[in-house]
């Protein structure tokens, strides 16, 4: 693929006009290209942008189009309308894969498994790229505490070290080394900058409101990761920071975002949220919210007309330097010419080949055993796995259900799903009499009909399967929710089936973690299944019966209770922490009805079989910037079953010139055992993964004593203790 050159883009530049410039600058869906009734659905229709015919045909980008033909029909039926020839880039949330869907990003956190995460985002560019996609929006990396806020299935979890792991391998996926030239992948944008999870009380879209600390120890890292990564694009987010909206926040994006985080890519406002700056209360038009985006440095603003409409003026009334209109639309031109799009403007796009690589059986295998890898056992009493020749009943609103993609699967085609009953059976090898399955009860909803002739079949048979779970319309953007347990009918089912003497498995499919009291208190097996994405039906049957021994680990904690949330593994010990000593220290930080402790920890999973750790060897008592400390211990398969188990490493800084967390991820390994066997797994510390902000947000390590981890989860570990010296 052929690129200009810097000189032939300002050349570009000088040629067009300034609502030319600022065309590229507006970013509109599909709709308004491909005619459709629903044209800017949340924005309203065309005329409320108040947009002519002839800014449509010179916008710079167009969100939500896919497909060879189309994106080929459009693009060229644009470069006959547009006077200077500028390509269109082709943008769409590709978050977890295109048709083939993959596990939601929140259930591949629980993979731990970064290659495969990669795997699953190239495989997402290049089913993306043959039918004319050009960039995704995606990853999402906001760090997530809160299972209220329905778009926790959209980000890898809790912790910043894991998730900066899989934003790097993410971006690697979908934008490989050499996004010119490799026409099968796609330009990543890492969104939403920033600190979009962190909203109060999980409510979408509220309130964002954490130190600057806060935001550098824990939000901002994975954005890092991404951008050192290269990711080519930054989106803003909805909410604010430090009292002002992102997508007008200068300090936000152009001191930190631009100058000291060094990102000279395009950074797009989130859907609308330009004009959200009148709502938010610092902009009391929209031209004012132009000025405000413009002025923060937001190159292209998606799916409103605040820049079409008033940057013209504002730049003529001198209010707004023209500068800053060139410098926005050369960074749009810059991204297209490094697409190659000046050279192809298809790039990518091929109908036939589309026909070929789009949900093949290669890409198909692949979500299949990232899905697998993402299931964890939470629970089992020795039920799992299942045997061939046990009579299943498959009970729940899940046994039969294609709802299983999750939220941003926009192109998964549920008639391409396996529904689980028909997994169990076609694993089952046997006849379908010995798999009986009932629905028992809607998602929300149950009758004495269904809960009765579920009892029926349930009667029937040896063990009982309870699919369970959220629709996917539970979870996702605008998806908070206050009561995070399952809807009260399925738990009213298992009522009904706890009424039989009978072993009960249940596997729930959700986008967020769950208060599971009702169900895990219930069950002889809880296999947390999430959106498994398009092969998750026959992954989890895979698991079921032992094909594979699950190794997923929780990467967002469970809580006891909604009443408890936020709760994190990385918190503060406070000046009053509960002692195991004094448990019922009214004067202690606790609860008078609920543990401290989460229901599920981060990092926690269970296995077909069981892993014996040894001691802890440390390479020395203290360690030195130069001197880093080796962590050894051997880990043992004691169990009759070949598994896959996550040795966790923490650290712990016992005392910094600021609180420090009670454990920080800091190193895993995957490490895969026979039966019998042991395996010494070792591990580096060094000064560096020891440095934090401090109360000046310098980021630095401080001598003295500090905790190393290791062990299965953040909860079940052994303890050494170490120096760090001068
Ligand atoms: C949505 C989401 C964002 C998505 C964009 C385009 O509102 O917040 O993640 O990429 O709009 O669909």
């Known amino acids: 693929m052929i690129t200009v050159d810097n000189q032939q883009l300002s050349g570009l530049l000088e040629q067009m006009t300034l609502e030319e410039k600022i065309a590229q600058m507006l970013q509109l869906v599909a709709s308004y290209f ?16 108040g947009i002519t015919e002839e800014t449509v045909n010179q916008a710079g980008s167009i969100l939500g189009l896919g497909g060879a033909a189309k994106v080929i029909q459009v693009q060229q039926d644009h470069l006959k309308n547009d ?29 731990w498994d970064q290659e495969l995460a990669e795997q699953s985002a190239a495989i997402a560019a290049k089913e993306s790229a043959v039918s004319g996609l050009h960039v995704t929006f995606a990853p999402m990396v906001d760090l997530v505490r809160d299972p209220r806020w329905g778009r926790v299935m959209e980000s890898t979890g809790e912790d910043p070290y894991l998730n900066s792991l899989f934003a790097r391998a993410f971006v690697r996926g979908f934008q490989g080394e050499d996004l010119t030239n490799d026409v099968s992948r796609v330009a990543a944008c890492v969104k939403h900058f920033a600190a979009y999870g962190a909203g109060e009380g999980g409510r979408e879209y509220n309130t964002v409101d954490l130190s600057e600390r806060q935001l550098r120890e824990y939000y901002l890292p994975a954005y890092k990761a991404a951008l050192d990564e290269g990711c080519e ?23 930190l975002l631009r100058a000291e985080l060094g990102f000279d890519g395009v950074l797009i406002s989130d859907w609308g949220a330009v004009i959200e700056l009148i709502a938010h209360g610092v902009a009391e038009d929209e031209s004012a919210a132009a000025y405000l985006a413009v002025q923060a440095g937001v190159d292209i603003e998606m799916m409103t007309s605040c820049y079409v409409k008033h940057l013209p003026e504002l ?168 009561d995070i347990r399952l809807p009260e009918a399925q738990l009213q089912l298992m009522d009904h089936l706890r009424t039989l003497d009978k072993p009960i498995v249940t596997v729930v499919f959700n986008g967020r973690p769950l208060d599971l009291q009702g169900i895990h208190d219930q069950a002889d097996a809880v296999l947390e299944a999430w959106f498994p994405g398009s092969e998750g039906a026959t992954a989890i049957t895979d698991i079921l019966y032992g094909e594979v021994n699950p190794s997923g680990r929780l990467s967002m904690s469970f809580p006891h209770a909604v009443g408890q949330v936020p709760v994190y593994y990385n918190h503060f010990n406070t000046g009053r922490p509960q002692k195991e000593s004094e448990p019922d220290n009214r004067y202690s930080s606790k609860y008078l009805d609920i543990p401290n402790e989460p229901l599920f920890p981060f990092g926690y999973g269970l296995s077909y079989t069981e892993f014996k750790y040894g001691e802890i060897a ?109």
């Not at 769409?92 to 629980?110: E, M, Q, R, S, W």
């Not at 998964?412 to 010995?434: P, V």
């Not at 896959?644 to 650290?651: G, S």
Request: proline fraction near 3%; charge should be negative; include cysteine.
């Open 83 to 111: 006077r200077l020839g500028i390509p269109m880039i082709f943008m769409a949330d590709i978050v977890h894969g295109y048709k083939t869907i993959f596990p939601i990003p929140l259930a591949i956190g629980c993979s």
């Open 233 to 255: 694009l930054v989106m803003t987010s909805f909410n604010t920071v430090h009292g002002s909206p992102a997508t007008g926040n200068r300090t936000l994006m152009r001191d």
């Open 34 to 49: 491909v005619g459709s009734e629903d044209d800017g659905q949340i924005t309203g229709p065309m005329e409320s942008l």
């Open 315 to 482: 730049v003529r009334s001198g209010k707004v330097e023209e500068s800053l209109i060139d410098e926005a639309v050369l960074r749009i031109l810059n991204l297209k010419n490094k697409l190659g799009l000046f050279d192809n403007p298809l790039r990518g796009a091929d109908p036939e080949a589309e026909r070929a690589i789009v949900f093949c059986d290669e890409h198909r295998s692949v979500s299949r055993e990232l899905a697998s890898q993402s299931c964890v056992l939470l629970k089992n009493t020795g039920v799992l796995p299942l045997q061939a020749e046990q009579r299943i009943a498959l009970i729940g609103p899940f046994a039969q259900s294609k709802d299983i993609l999750g939220s941003w699967s926009w192109m998964g085609a549920e008639e391409d799903i396996m529904t689980l009953d028909t997994a169990i059976q076609a694993k089952a090898k046997i006849t379908s009499s010995n798999v009986l399955v009932a629905e028992g009860s809607g998602i929300d909803s149950i009758t004495e009909t269904q809960w009765k002739e579920a009892l029926d079949v349930a009667r029937q048979a040896d063990v009982i399967v309870l699919a369970v779970g959220e629709s996917s319309h539970m979870s996702g953007e605008g998806g908070s929710r206050a």
């Open 618 to 726: 440390l390479s020395a008592e203290g360690i030195t910037t130069d001197r880093p400390l080796q962590v050894t211990t051997t880990i043992t398969n004691t169990g009759d079953t070949a598994g896959v188990e996550v040795v966790q490493l923490y650290i712990r800084d016992i005392t910094g010139e600021v609180v420090r967390p009670m454990k920080e991820l800091k190193a895993f390994s995957k490490v895969l055992l026979q039966p019998g066997e042991s395996k010494e797994v070792s591990f580096t510390v060094t000064e560096e993964q020891l440095r934090y902000h401090h109360s000046d947000l310098s980021y630095t390590s401080d001598t003295g004593e500090f905790a190393v981890f290791v062990g299965a989860n953040s909860r079940d570990v052994s303890e050494r203790r170490f120096r760090l010296l001068k």
